[in-house]
């Protein structure tokens, strides 16, 4: 008898959501059901998270469920996440040269150390993931049930100089580079560096983006200073991305992108991959956190000989000045902005998760993305919007970007 009861409901509700442009009433009683299948029916690609750093530094097992952290398979399972591109970052204290203090060199090295986890973990989790390197790939092997899991490498210390290099690391499968991150590089400025030392692209960083552009390597300009966004947004003749960046008008750092670099990104065809890091999103958050930052800085260096009394005045520190928080309805109003700025072609999820501390109540890692579908739906947002926004606008830039590359390669 329940087989004839469900059967019904099912066809129903496929019926129903044939018309993918139509709008979904919150208050309607089954509109949670139906938000889950949109969500399930969507390709949902997070073009970063940050899962190889913390294997490197804590030795977790991401095959079984974690207590903390953002990501573990079985989660990203539970979430409906498709594609991850997993971070290949490379601290800038690998930069050679570099303004680093403490540059050591070997970021090449380094880089293809985390490819090789990378491929170690999804070869130890092969009932459930395969790696990915074209959007034909992913779609491939999400249709056979499994999790494409995709590469970008954050910072592009690891080309050191050398087109050989940067074509090494794509065929290990490395499919879009973040062109610096916490400090100056050899190819650009990053936003977190002060002092701008190359006023944007270096010599070899205008002869690079060209480069990516025919090797079919998404341009990447999260982590990137102004001046560099605008020159390599001239520069590049196939769409970029911005990885795992936030909005500049609701949280005032170089950081995170203006109205007008957003806008530009757009007629570029390419797309903005919003970050839940709530330092990123808004100043009520991300102000109090630079401040604790800059507290603790300022204690570890006064009591550098004593550190048991420099964690005793952080701790009193964050009693006094209690963290806030930002939440899902604040993430749902900030896309929406971002989509009727830019386009509802241009915006997609880079979730920054395992790569930053607090994220907002309500999407706490990565089984809670259907929560942020439910709420852009409920803001009147239908079934094409969200296929666009969960994965179909970083496929298509990435399709656009192979087919630039076939058009234009040559060999060197």
């Not at 060199?105 to 986890?117: C, K, S, T, Y």
């Not at 070869?123 to 970008?152: F, H, T, Y």
């Not at 170089?254 to 919003?274: C, H, I, P, T």
């Not at 100043?283 to 507290?295: K, M, N, S, T």
Request: charged share 25%; glycine share 8%.
């Amino acid at each position: 008898m329940k087989k004839w009861i469900l059967l019904p409901i099912a066809i129903f509700i496929a019926c129903d959501n044939a018309d993918e442009t139509g709008k979904l009433d919150p208050k309607a009683p089954d509109f949670a059901e139906k938000a889950a299948a949109i969500h399930r029916d969507a390709v949902l690609v997070d073009t970063h998270i940050d899962i190889p750093y913390r294997i490197t530094h804590e030795n977790v097992n991401v095959s079984e469920r974690l207590e903390d952290g953002h990501f573990d398979f079985v989660r990203a399972r539970e979430g409906g996440l498709n594609a991850p591109f997993f971070a290949v970052y490379v601290s800038s204290k690998f930069n050679k040269p570099g303004t680093d203090a403490d540059a050591r060199g070997g970021a090449f090295a380094e880089a293809m150390r985390v490819i090789d986890l990378v491929d170690s973990v999804v070869s130890a989790n092969a009932g459930v993931a395969a790696l990915a390197s074209s959007p034909d790939e992913v779609e491939r092997i999400v249709a056979n049930g499994k999790m494409a899991v995709c590469m970008g490498m954050e910072n592009g210390a690891p080309i050191e100089g050398s087109f050989k290099k940067l074509r090494t690391l794509h065929q290990k499968g490395i499919r879009y580079i973040t062109l610096t991150h916490a400090k100056d590089n050899h190819i650009c400025d990053s936003s977190y560096d002060k002092r701008h030392t190359n006023k944007g692209l270096t010599a070899f960083g205008k002869k690079l983006i060209p480069e990516l552009n025919r090797i079919g390597m998404m341009v990447d300009i999260s982590h990137v200073s102004d001046e560099t966004f605008w020159q390599a947004i001239e520069l590049s003749q196939a769409p970029m991305i911005a990885s795992h960046s936030g909005l500049r008008t609701f949280r005032h750092m170089e950081r995170n992108m203006s109205d007008s670099m957003l806008v530009a990104l757009a007629k570029n065809g390419g797309v903005f991959q919003y970050c839940f890091g709530s330092f990123f999103i808004t100043d009520e958050v991300g102000i109090p956190a630079q401040l604790r930052y800059e507290f603790k800085d300022s204690i570890d260096t006064r009591y550098k000989d004593d550190p048991q009394k420099a964690a005793a005045l952080y701790e009193h520190y964050l009693e006094e000045h209690p963290a806030p928080n930002t939440d899902i309805d604040e993430v749902a109003r900030q896309i929406d902005y971002a989509v009727k700025l830019a386009g509802i072609d241009h915006i997609g999820i880079g979730s920054d998760f395992d790569g930053v501390g607090a994220v907002p109540v309500g999407l706490e890692d990565v089984s809670k993305y259907p929560a942020l579908t439910k709420k852009l739906l409920a803001l009147g947002y239908t079934a094409a919007d969200i296929k666009k926004i969960n994965g179909g606008n970083l496929l298509r830039v990435w399709r656009e970007v192979e087919a630039h590359s076939s058009q234009h390669s040559a060999t060197h």
